[in-house]
């Protein structure tokens, strides 16, 4: 009974500790999250807009041709 006693309050006080750290996120990854500029503001600046328009055949479903069949 005694062991299991102390086992238990061992367990307690690892759950107690993890708990108490504080779980903070990395400088860098908040950084470059906050530093992200928009899509529309990406497409700005890499002149997308300026682009020629390009027709651009579906080919999604491809059917066999005659001879295949």
Do not use: C, W
Not at 34 to 63: C, F, K, R, W
């Amino acid at each position: 009974m005694k062991r299991l006693t102390i086992l238990a309050l061992a367990v307690a006080a690892l759950i107690v500790t993890a708990i108490s750290f504080p779980h903070s996120r990395s400088p860098l990854i908040a950084l470059s999250s906050a530093a992200m500029p928009a899509l529309q503001e990406l497409h700005t600046m890499a002149g997308v807009n300026t682009l020629p328009t390009q027709e651009i055949e579906d080919q999604s479903l491809v059917y066999p041709t005659a001879a295949e069949r």
